[in-house]
């Protein structure tokens, strides 16, 4: 615990804020993450690959409340330090890998939304790495004395390649077009279609002169331009971050989770086969998204065979090369030190202003496991909250008794959302019985 | 009751009437024998009654009879006189055989009557003959010697020991001669010598020379001219021969000292008889009988026989097996099982159960066996003091009883109680052994000496009546198993031997027998019924293990039973993938041994057991009905068991998991919890070692005991822990090494997020406006300056304007300057929004 790292005061307020909302913090998850030293070094792991030009997947495995999310905002965090530009996104019903009424174009809008470097860790950088990318062919095309906007061809022209890739190379010009002759509007239109806020080819076409757009067919194949062009433009990478994809195992139809998987399939494949660059992702589901071989990608025979567990992986050996990553629910014991880690935050390092001695932590925790049992390790962020809420009152409060507040903290057992039908949820036509009345 | 004693029929007692007069005295004598028993006593008592009556008719009757014969006899005699002197004239003349080739004279009896006269009167027990006047003359001269030939008719006889002649009269007055006299008056006819009067035999008893047919008479002197050795003549034949020994033997050496020295000749010719015509029970009884009363009281020897004699045909004690024992008794010497079963079985009030009636040999040997284990050494009596008297009922109709005078007092072992209670005993468990083995050939009377059959005996029984059957059992299960410890094998085969016939169905009740009968052989199969397991598929296979230790037999505990549906259920996890590691199999026992406490036989066959189930793979039909009896608690444990079985190595293929859910599914558990097991399982890190079961002291009296319930980190509360609500209890260990995780990834991360701290001191920097720190070109530089310069509020569009100006893009000089000042002082310089917000200390720094 000597080793802790020193606690910048705009982390510790966003911390306590977001951990007070329930929610994951955006920064300063070195402060709080408890244990899982393995699991990390196995994404950095990762990270450094996509830096020198990989390309990797991981499944993160976790029961709800298991910390899935934090995880993936840890990594996302690591990587944009690592100068890497990350995209995340919650995959919900109206956000799918793969559908046909533009449900995975939101999808992938929602990531260029998300869309963050380090400098912009909230999103919305979009134009940062495209300007990015055209400042350094604008520096270049000075030295060389040459055209602007023959550099940016030149340079991308490798992408042109690559599915989309003469558009997208099209656009970026368009955008340094726009700069360069003071033509917002053009430079507005080209980051719309980078998002892949056209919906039609015709406005795209008017607006830029280009004839694709991003849609539901081909919104994979721009990520992988993006990653490439991410790491043109002097960023070592692109990471994307997927949250629960429990959504797609609770899709009712059949077809419609095999399509979605086997997009997961093709993302697979090109990751392990290389295919991809600079590319890496990151897919947060639940157990019963992975192992349950009706619904969910145990059901995908070409998945099963390769998320399946390294075989020798066994007898206290493990291995965390293997695509899934599985996260262990959190014990009493882990909760524990997570609250440790909350009180030394909010003493801002200082052991001697700890709100609370040990046994109060201890008090708490038996005050929650009285009021919810078991399931408040299970599912912390109740008792994180309420930790955070008492904290509060004790430093606002020094005069107050932490045992006489303590009794006052009101616990509710949570439910677990992921478990929850999905509601309003859109089923393919074909699977579902026409109702019809004589 | 007399008639178990006696070996004539109560008709032929009937009508004589001194036999009568013995029988009653023979009676009371058992009466005071049986005297113990109030069964035994009663019955004496009124047979006794009977025999009192019975002989005062006879006497009366006797009288008449006697005073009748007496003038018959007289006619007869004369009679008889000129018969056989005419007839033996005429039968020697006729003869056509050249008499100068015959060996001797034909030393027939003398034929006149003077010689009757001369014979003196016999000193007989019960003297028959008191009342006829004409004496018999002395059968010395009726008597054929050993060793000398005689011609009779066509025949020439060697060997003598015959009577010949006319005349002999028997000892018992109501007879007309000697039975056993050839008369050379009686015709014969040679025709067809291998025919022999059928009924003759069943009248062996009351044969007499003379009454036989003239074609029976030539086969009887055609049997003693053949050296009286021809194993297949009618037994009939013996017994006409026999009464003359008897004779010889018992009377004449009361009068004669030539027969006197025959005794041993007659001895022996009776004994070779014996050894030729022993077979026949009858003949057997009464040659071994004298035989044995001869030895001890004419040879004095007092021979202790090593085996009892076979059982007397007519019931009841023979003579013979109550000198033998009386020999052994009053010689100290112990009774051993044979003798004993013969005491016990000839008894006459002993009365056998069916099974020991239905299976007597099985009976028999159970008996020999159980005695032989109680009384190694056999069953030393005391000789009790009740003499044994010795009565012989000769054979020959033509004899009267006689009393054997021995030197040597035997006891009479018919009054003992104490050595009969403790046979009735043995006898009696034997019965009961022998129940299910008889009830099943009551049922199947063709059964016997089959397997199944077999199954039902005692086992050490077994090897002694096993027979062709058991050879061929021990010599598959040998030969199959060898040196291994088991033996996958066809059911086929082993069911063919067992039962021939073929079945498509082993019935439960044939396939429990069938294990017993392999327990019994020491040796046990899998799947048996009798633990839970299906029934044996005759096409499919089984597996062949011996007993460790004898005394593992059913029932097994009801951990087995418990861990035989657990096995079950996991193996049928196991099984899943499609094949089943090493590990996994390995994982199964081990943690099914460590769970229950299994003793060596239960592991053994739980081994066994699994190596069926996965070569069988019977799925998990018929499972559901049994798990749905088990409580919540015991379901989830099994749950969380199978799941670990299917993780065991390290593997966790779809199938497996698709039976998974099936059996959470039909333990009632949600299929929620079959992922979260899985998850559980797998996910757990390396920094502690999965726990998948904590080894505990089982519990007596629990089918299972205390839950696998730490799987992984899922469940790490500690058995010691008790997890009441308000008191919760931390594993400070585990807690420390979480610890130690965190800090770690907290220093890893550390790293990350803190870049090392610039190692230029400010000092080191000179105070320029051009580039201060490496990232920032000349244009950036002069932002960041202007910026500075600005030092007030900052919107976006003025950034935009300042961007402009100096010819760069805003939203990357944004990106750079932050850049380059997460370099610096590893926070950023601006943050994005409208006004931007700019970080003073940071601008203080990257332009310091």
Same mark, same amino acid.
């Given at each position: 615990?000597?080793?802790?790292?020193?606690?910048?005061?705009?982390?510790?307020?966003i911390?306590?804020?977001?951990?007070?909302?329930?929610?994951?913090?955006?920064?300063?998850?070195?402060?709080?993450?408890?244990?899982?030293?393995?699991?990390?070094?196995?994404?950095?792991?990762?990270?450094?690959?996509? &830096?020198?030009?990989?390309?990797?997947?991981?499944?993160?495995?976790?029961?709800?409340?298991?910390?899935?999310?934090?995880?993936?905002?840890?990594?996302?965090?690591?990587?944009?330090?690592?100068?890497?530009?990350?995209?995340?996104?919650?995959?919900?019903?109206?956000r799918?890998?793969?559908?046909?009424?533009?449900?995975?174009?939101?999808?992938?809008?929602?990531?260029?939304?998300?869309?963050s470097?380090?400098?912009?860790?909230?999103?919305?950088?979009?134009?940062?790495?495209?300007?990015?990318?055209?400042?350094?062919?604008?520096?270049?095309?000075?030295?060389?004395?040459?055209?602007?906007?023959?550099?940016?061809?030149?340079?991308?022209?490798?992408?042109?390649?690559?599915?989309?890739?003469?558009?997208?190379?099209?656009?970026? &010009?368009?955008?340094?077009?726009?700069?360069?002759?003071?033509?917002?509007?053009?430079?507005?239109?080209?980051?719309?279609?980078l998002?892949?806020?056209?919906?039609?080819?015709?406005?795209?076409?008017?607006?830029?002169?280009?004839?694709?757009?991003?849609?539901?067919?081909?919104?994979?194949?721009?990520?992988?331009?993006?990653?490439?062009?991410?790491?043109?433009?002097?960023?070592?990478?692109?990471?994307?971050?997927?949250?629960?994809?429990?959504?797609?195992?609770?899709?009712?139809?059949?077809?419609?989770?095999?399509?979605?998987?086997?997009?997961?399939?093709?993302?697979?494949?090109?990751?392990?086969?290389g295919?991809?660059?600079?590319?890496?992702?990151?897919?947060?589901?639940?157990?019963?998204?992975l192992?349950?071989?009706?619904?969910?990608?145990?059901?995908?025979?070409?998945?099963?065979?390769?998320?399946?567990?390294?075989?020798?992986?066994?007898?206290?050996?493990?291995?965390?090369?293997?695509?899934?990553?599985?996260?262990?629910?959190?014990?009493?014991?882990?909760?524990?030190?997570?609250?440790?880690?909350?009180?030394?935050?909010? &003493?801002?390092?200082?052991?001697?202003?700890?709100?609370?001695?040990?046994?109060?932590?201890?008090?708490f925790?038996?005050?929650?496991?009285?009021?919810?049992?078991?399931?408040?390790?299970k599912?912390?962020?109740?008792?994180?909250?309420?930790?955070?809420?008492?904290?509060?009152?004790?430093?606002?409060?020094?005069?107050?008794?932490?045992?006489?507040?303590?009794?006052?903290?009101?616990?509710?057992?949570?439910?677990?959302?992921?478990?929850?039908?999905?509601?309003?949820?859109?089923?393919?036509?074909?699977?579902?019985?026409?109702?019809?009345?004589? | 009751?007399?008639?178990?004693? =006696?070996?004539?029929?109560?008709?032929?007692?009937?009508?004589?009437?001194?036999?009568?007069?013995?029988?009653?005295? +023979?009676?009371?004598?058992?009466?005071?024998?049986?005297?113990?028993?109030?069964?035994?006593?009663?019955?004496?008592?009124?047979?006794?009654?009977?025999?009192?009556?019975?002989?005062?008719?006879?006497?009366?009757?006797?009288?008449q009879?006697?005073?009748?014969?007496?003038?018959?006899?007289?006619? =007869?005699?004369?009679?008889?006189?000129?018969?056989?002197?005419?007839?033996?004239?005429?039968?020697?003349?006729?003869?056509?055989?050249?008499?100068?080739?015959?060996?001797?004279?034909?030393?027939?009896?003398?034929?006149?009557?003077?010689?009757?006269?001369?014979?003196?009167?016999?000193?007989?027990?019960?003297?028959?003959?008191?009342?006829?006047?004409?004496?018999?003359?002395?059968?010395?001269?009726?008597?054929?010697?050993?060793?000398?030939?005689?011609?009779?008719?066509d025949?020439?006889?060697?060997?003598?020991?015959? @009577?010949?002649?006319?005349?002999?009269?028997?000892?018992?007055?109501?007879?007309?001669?000697?039975?056993?006299?050839?008369?050379?008056?009686?015709?014969? =006819?040679?025709?067809?010598?291998?025919?022999?009067?059928?009924?003759?035999d069943?009248?062996?008893?009351?044969?007499?020379?003379?009454?036989?047919?003239?074609? %029976?008479?030539?086969?009887?002197l055609?049997w003693?001219?053949?050296?009286? #050795?021809?194993?297949?003549?009618?037994?009939?034949?013996?017994?006409?021969?026999?009464?003359?020994?008897?004779?010889?033997?018992?009377? %004449?050496?009361r009068?004669?000292?030539?027969?006197?020295?025959?005794?041993?000749?007659?001895?022996?010719?009776?004994?070779?008889?014996?050894?030729?015509?022993?077979?026949?029970?009858? +003949?057997?009884?009464?040659a071994?009988?004298?035989?044995?009363?001869?030895?001890?009281? +004419?040879?004095?020897q007092?021979?202790?026989?090593?085996?009892?004699?076979?059982?007397?045909?007519?019931?009841?004690?023979?003579?013979?097996?109550?000198?033998?024992?009386?020999?052994?008794?009053?010689?100290?010497?112990?009774?051993?099982?044979?003798?004993?079963?013969?005491?016990?079985?000839?008894?006459?009030?002993?009365f056998?159960?069916?099974?020991?009636?239905? #299976?007597?040999?099985?009976? /028999?040997?159970?008996?020999?066996?159980?005695?032989?284990?109680?009384?190694?050494?056999?069953?030393?009596?005391?000789?009790?003091?009740?003499?044994?008297?010795?009565? @012989?009922?000769?054979?020959?109709?033509?004899?009267?009883?006689?009393?054997?005078?021995?030197?040597?007092?035997?006891?009479?072992?018919?009054?003992?109680?104490?050595?009969?209670?403790?046979?009735? /005993?043995?006898?009696?468990?034997?019965?009961?052994?022998?129940?299910?083995?008889?009830?099943?050939?009551?049922?199947?009377?063709?059964?016997?000496?089959?397997?199944?059959?077999?199954?039902?005996?005692?086992?050490?029984?077994?090897?002694?009546?096993?027979?062709?059957?058991?050879?061929?059992?021990?010599?598959?299960?040998?030969?199959?198993?060898?040196?291994?410890?088991?033996?996958?094998?066809?059911?086929?085969?082993?069911?063919?031997?067992w039962?021939?016939?073929?079945?498509?169905?082993?019935?439960?009740?044939?396939?429990?027998?069938?294990?017993?009968?392999?327990?019994?052989?020491?040796?046990?199969?899998?799947?048996?019924?009798?633990?839970?397991?299906?029934?044996?598929?005759?096409?499919?296979?089984?597996?062949?293990?011996?007993?460790?230790?004898?005394?593992?037999?059913?029932?097994?505990?009801?951990?087995?039973?418990?861990?035989?549906?657990l096995?079950?259920?996991?193996?049928?996890?196991?099984?899943?993938?499609?094949?089943?590691?090493?590990?996994?199999?390995e994982?199964l026992?081990?943690?099914?041994?460590?769970?229950?406490?299994l003793?060596?036989?239960?592991?053994?066959?739980?081994?066994?057991?699994?190596?069926?189930?996965?070569?069988?793979?019977?799925?998990?039909?018929?499972?559901?009905?049994?798990?749905?009896?088990?409580?919540?608690?015991?379901?989830?444990?099994?749950?969380?068991?199978?799941?670990s079985?299917?993780g065991? %190595?390290?593997?966790?293929?779809?199938?497996?998991?698709?039976?998974?859910?099936?059996?959470?599914?039909?333990?009632?558990?949600?299929?929620?919890?079959?992922?979260?097991?899985?998850?559980?399982?797998?996910?757990?890190?390396?920094?502690v070692?999965v726990?998948?079961?904590?080894?505990?002291?089982?519990?007596?009296?629990?089918?299972?005991?205390?839950?696998?319930?730490?799987?992984?980190?899922?469940? =790490?509360?500690?058995?010691?822990?008790?997890?009441?609500?308000?008191?919760?209890?931390?594993?400070?260990?585990?807690?420390?090494?979480?610890?130690?995780?965190?800090?770690?990834?907290?220093?890893?991360?550390?790293?990350?997020?803190?870049?090392?701290?610039?190692?230029?001191?400010?000092?080191?920097?000179?105070?320029?406006?051009?580039?201060?720190?490496?990232?920032?070109?000349?244009?950036?530089?002069?932002?960041?300056?202007?910026?500075?310069?600005?030092?007030?509020?900052?919107?976006l569009?003025?950034? /935009? /304007?300042?961007?402009?100006?100096?010819?760069?893009?805003?939203?990357?000089?944004?990106?750079?300057?932050?850049?380059?000042? +997460?370099?610096? #002082?590893?926070?950023?310089?601006?943050?994005?929004?409208?006004?931007?917000?700019v970080?003073?200390?940071?601008?203080?720094?990257?332009?310091?």
């Open positions: 615990m000597t080793d802790q790292p020193k606690i910048r005061p705009r982390d510790r307020e911390i306590i804020q977001s951990l007070s909302a329930g929610v994951v913090p955006r920064t300063g998850h070195q402060h709080i993450q408890v244990g899982r030293s393995e699991e990390v070094k196995a994404l950095l792991n990762d990270l450094r690959l996509i &830096a020198e030009g990989g390309s990797t997947v991981r499944f993160v495995i976790g029961e709800y409340g298991s910390g899935k999310t934090f995880f993936l905002n840890l990594i996302r965090a690591i990587a944009l330090e690592q100068r890497m530009v990350t995209v995340h996104a919650d995959l919900n019903p109206d799918r890998l793969h559908a046909t009424g533009g449900q995975a174009r939101a999808l992938y809008q929602e990531l260029m939304r998300n869309l470097t380090r400098s912009k860790p909230e999103g919305g950088a979009l134009p940062s790495v495209v300007e990015r990318f055209i400042t350094t062919a604008l520096k270049e095309a000075r030295e060389q004395g040459s055209e602007t906007e023959s550099v940016i061809r030149q340079r991308l022209e490798s992408l042109t390649e690559l599915v989309g890739g003469y558009d997208f190379a099209e656009v970026i &010009a368009g955008y340094w077009r726009g700069h360069d002759t003071g033509n917002d509007q053009l430079k507005a239109d080209a980051v719309r279609w998002r892949g806020e056209f919906s039609t080819k015709t406005d795209a076409r008017h607006a830029l002169g280009v004839r694709t757009i991003v849609d539901d067919s081909n919104f994979y194949d721009m990520l992988k331009l993006f990653s490439l062009f991410c790491k043109m433009s002097g960023f070592s990478g692109l990471v994307v971050c997927l949250d629960e994809l429990v959504n797609l195992y609770k899709l009712p139809s059949g077809r419609a989770r095999k399509t979605n998987y086997e997009q997961i399939l093709r993302i697979l494949n090109d990751s392990l086969q295919s991809s660059t600079s590319l890496g992702f990151l897919l947060g589901g639940t157990p019963e998204f192992f349950d071989t009706r619904k969910g990608l145990y059901s995908y025979e070409a998945l099963q065979t390769r998320l399946a567990q390294n075989r020798f992986a066994q007898g206290g050996l493990v291995d965390f090369s293997g695509p899934v990553l599985t996260l262990a629910s959190l014990a009493p014991e882990d909760v524990y030190v997570l609250l440790t880690k909350i009180r030394h935050l909010y &003493a801002s390092g200082d052991p001697t202003k700890y709100l609370l001695p040990d046994e109060g932590l201890r008090a925790m038996a005050h929650c496991s009285e009021r919810v049992g078991d399931a408040y390790f599912t912390p962020r109740n008792t994180i909250v309420n930790f955070v809420r008492l904290l509060a009152v004790l430093e606002q409060n020094p005069t107050a008794n932490w045992r006489e507040l303590l009794v006052h903290v009101q616990l509710e057992p949570e439910g677990n959302p992921d478990l929850a039908p999905l509601e309003g949820a859109e089923t393919d036509d074909e699977d579902e019985l026409a109702s019809f009345t004589l | 009751m007399i008639s178990k004693f =006696r070996s004539v029929s109560p008709v032929h007692l009937w009508v004589r009437g001194i036999v009568g007069l013995a029988a009653g005295t +023979f009676g009371l004598l058992l009466f005071a024998g049986g005297g113990g028993g109030a069964l035994l006593g009663l019955l004496s008592m009124s047979a006794i009654y009977l025999m009192m009556k019975r002989y005062e008719r006879e006497q009366i009757e006797a009288l009879i006697v005073s009748r014969r007496e003038r018959k006899n007289a006619e =007869r005699e004369r009679a008889s006189v000129r018969e056989t002197q005419g007839s033996a004239g005429v039968h020697l003349t006729s003869s056509r055989s050249s008499r100068s080739s015959a060996p001797a004279e034909v030393s027939g009896p003398p034929l006149r009557p003077e010689h009757l006269d001369s014979v003196r009167s016999l000193p007989l027990l019960f003297d028959a003959s008191h009342g006829n006047e004409r004496r018999s003359r002395s059968p010395d001269e009726f008597w054929v010697p050993e060793g000398q030939e005689i011609r009779l008719h025949f020439i006889i060697p060997g003598g020991m015959i @009577y010949v002649g006319q005349g002999l009269r028997a000892l018992e007055e109501q007879r007309r001669g000697e039975p056993a006299l050839i008369q050379p008056s009686l015709s014969v =006819r040679v025709e067809d010598t291998k025919v022999w009067s059928k009924e003759l069943e009248w062996r008893l009351f044969l007499t020379y003379e009454r036989l047919s003239e074609r %029976d008479r030539a086969f009887y055609q003693l001219a053949g050296g009286r #050795c021809d194993p297949s003549a009618p037994i009939a034949c013996v017994f006409l021969f026999f009464f003359g020994l008897e004779r010889r033997l018992l009377f %004449d050496t009068t004669s000292e030539r027969a006197q020295k025959e005794i041993p000749a007659l001895i022996a010719e009776i004994e070779r008889l014996l050894g030729i015509y022993g077979e026949e029970p009858q +003949f057997s009884r009464y071994r009988e004298l035989l044995a009363l001869s030895r001890l009281c +004419f040879l004095q007092l021979v202790i026989e090593e085996t009892p004699p076979p059982m007397s045909p007519d019931g009841g004690f023979s003579l013979e097996l109550l000198v033998g024992l009386g020999a052994r008794l009053a010689s100290r010497v112990p009774i051993q099982g044979p003798w004993a079963f013969s005491w016990f079985i000839q008894h006459p009030l002993v056998l159960r069916t099974p020991a009636r239905r #299976c007597p040999a099985e009976f /028999e040997r159970l008996f020999l066996l159980r005695f032989e284990q109680m009384y190694p050494q056999g069953l030393l009596i005391q000789p009790n003091k009740t003499k044994l008297n010795l009565i @012989y009922e000769p054979a020959n109709r033509g004899l009267p009883r006689y009393h054997f005078d021995s030197s040597v007092e035997l006891p009479d072992v018919r009054v003992l109680q104490r050595p009969m209670r403790k046979f009735a /005993e043995i006898a009696e468990s034997g019965m009961a052994e022998l129940e299910s083995y008889s009830r099943f050939l009551g049922r199947n009377p063709d059964a016997r000496g089959t397997a199944q059959a077999l199954s039902l005996l005692p086992a050490e029984l077994l090897p002694l009546m096993g027979g062709d059957v058991l050879d061929s059992f021990r010599k598959l299960l040998e030969s199959k198993l060898s040196d291994q410890q088991f033996a996958l094998i066809h059911a086929s085969e082993l069911l063919s031997l039962s021939p016939g073929g079945f498509q169905k082993l019935q439960k009740k044939s396939a429990i027998d069938l294990s017993i009968f392999l327990e019994k052989l020491g040796f046990a199969l899998e799947p048996d019924v009798r633990f839970g397991s299906p029934a044996i598929n005759p096409q499919g296979k089984i597996v062949l293990f011996r007993l460790q230790e004898r005394s593992q037999r059913f029932p097994l505990s009801q951990e087995y039973e418990a861990a035989m549906v096995l079950r259920l996991a193996a049928s996890v196991a099984i899943a993938d499609g094949n089943v590691s090493p590990e996994e199999k994982h026992v081990a943690h099914l041994e460590r769970l229950l406490k003793d060596g036989g239960e592991k053994a066959r739980l081994s066994a057991h699994l190596s069926w189930l996965l070569e069988e793979q019977p799925g998990m039909g018929g499972l559901k009905k049994r798990l749905e009896s088990l409580s919540p608690v015991t379901k989830r444990q099994i749950a969380t068991f199978t799941t079985i299917a065991a %190595d390290g593997y966790m293929s779809p199938t497996e998991i698709r039976i998974l859910e099936r059996i959470y599914k039909m333990l009632d558990i949600s299929n929620e919890e079959v992922f979260a097991d899985i998850h559980a399982l797998t996910s757990s890190p390396a920094t070692p726990v998948v079961a904590r080894a505990q002291p089982a519990v007596t009296g629990r089918a299972i005991p205390d839950p696998p319930r730490e799987v992984a980190s899922q469940r =790490r509360d500690k058995p010691d822990q008790v997890q009441v609500p308000g008191s919760l209890a931390l594993d400070m260990d585990l807690v420390q090494a979480k610890m130690q995780d965190t800090a770690e990834v907290a220093s890893l991360l550390a790293n990350i997020f803190e870049e090392e701290e610039a190692p230029l001191p400010p000092a080191q920097v000179p105070p320029t406006t051009e580039l201060s720190f490496v990232d920032l070109d000349a244009a950036h530089t002069q932002l960041l300056q202007a910026l500075q310069a600005k030092g007030t509020e900052l919107t569009a003025q950034f /935009e /304007e300042l961007c402009l100006e100096r010819d760069l893009l805003p939203d990357a000089a944004f990106d750079q300057l932050n850049e380059a000042a +997460f370099e610096l #002082c590893d926070a950023p310089l601006l943050v994005d929004g409208d006004p931007i917000d970080d003073w200390s940071v601008m203080q720094e990257m332009c310091s």
